[in-house]
């Protein structure tokens, strides 16, 4: 498979380290899944559910922003609600936000490739 790059980031990725991986960038410390108002409507529209449905069963209201909601798996381990855990991989993939499209060529990795080394195993 292709590495995918960005030419503001010293690292490359492999996507298909993900097979092998199951999921670390889905999973582990809580945090924020956020999610556009487009994203909402393609994600409900894909689980066949109305906007209301969608946003009562599965987003949380952080200030102004969505996020998805987590599940907890243990006590320090979260994972994305969407998140299978028993194929290891997104259930709505296809239309998963723009967060999750865009890892690992975050902000918060530009000048930390240490960081992102240690959540991904895909980083070159
Ligand atoms: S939406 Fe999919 S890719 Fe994004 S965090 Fe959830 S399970 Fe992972």
């Known amino acids: 498979m ?3 790059t960005n ?3 010293n690292f490359k990725f492999n996507p ?24 909402i409507e393609s994600i ?13 069963t599965y987003l949380r209201k952080v200030k102004h922003r969505y996020s998805l909601i987590e599940k907890q798996l243990e006590e320090d381990n979260f994972a994305c609600i969407f998140f299978d855990e028993s194929k290891k ?6 239309v998963r936000p723009s967060q999750c ?3 690992p ?7 930390n490739e240490e ?3 240690k959540e991904c195993i895909g980083i070159i």
Do not use: D
Not at 16 to 39: D, H, L, N, Q
Not at 89 to 94: E, K
């Open 16 to 39: 298909s380290a993900c097979e092998e991986c199951g999921g670390k960038c889905c999973t582990g410390e809580s945090g924020y899944i956020w999610t556009k108002y487009e994203e």
């Open 89 to 94: 991989r997104c259930s709505i993939y296809p």
């Open 44 to 56: 409900s529209k894909f689980l066949n559910l109305t906007i209301e449905e969608f946003a009562t």
């Open 2 to 4: 292709e590495l995918m």
């Open 101 to 103: 499209r865009t890892f």
């Open 115 to 117: 960081e992102v080394r």
């Open 105 to 111: 060529f975050w902000e918060q990795f530009k000048n």
């Open 7 to 9: 030419e503001q980031y």
